[in-house]
Every structure is written in C-alpha cells, then in structure tokens.
Nanobody
Framework: VQLVESGGGLVQPGGSLRLSCAAS????????MSWVRQAPGKGLEWVSG????????YYADSVKGRFIISKDNAKNTVYLQMNSLKPEDTAVYYC????????WGQGTQVTVSS
C-alpha cells in the first residue's frame, strides 16, 4: 500500500494550490479518503473527507468554502484544491485512506506566507 502526496509549496496569502494523493496497492474505489494537516507545534487536524464513490464530501469549518476535495477512481487519485489560502493554513498535509483500517501518506508541506 502506498499513498504519495504532491503539490505542496510556498504560496502567498490569497493564493491557491492543488494537492494530489496517488494511491496504489489497494482497491482505491472502495475506500473513504481524507486530508489531515498538522501545523507547526500542533496536533493533527482533519481537513476534508470524501466517500468511496466521490459523491459526498465533508469539510472542517476552518476550510469550508475555500477548499474542494475530489476523487478520481479511474486514476486512483484524490485531490485537494485549496483557494484563498491563509497563513493559518500552513501545515504538513497528509492523505489518509480508511476502510476499517487506515493508511497514511508521507505528507506534503504547504507554507502560506508573504
């Protein structure tokens, strides 16, 4: 099982980034996927989730209206489109797969700073 995140980087406040998480080694289309982040010196914060088919999405209040999660089961990839980024969005973003058990990616750094 492998989850590989990409797309992080340095962006100015108000900017956008799109994170990707490429999955392999399991039946991606049957799994619920989430994005979870960890800001410097803080604990894990759930950001967004999407059901196995991709038809239902969920967001933390802190990102609602700014972030969009999507899932392409043909490409075994989940995305997080992040718009109107704020300095408080600075964190390592992790991809998580859940279906009874849980798998994690290695994370990608997002830094929002001028």
């Amino acid at each position: 099982v492998q989850l590989v995140e990409s797309g992080g980087g340095l962006v100015q406040p108000g900017g956008s980034l799109r994170l990707s998480c490429a999955a392999s080694g399991f039946t991606f289309s049957s799994w619920y996927m989430s994005w979870v982040r960890q800001a410097p010196g803080k604990g894990l914060e759930w950001v967004s989730g999407i059901n196995s088919a991709g038809g239902s999405t969920y967001y933390a209040d802190s990102v609602k209206g700014r972030f969009i999660i999507s899932k392409d089961n043909a490409k075994n990839t989940v995305y997080l489109q992040m718009n109107s980024l704020k300095p408080e969005d600075t964190a390592v973003y992790y991809c998580n797969a859940q279906r009874g058990r849980s798998y994690w990616g290695q994370g990608t750094q997002v830094t929002v700073s001028s």
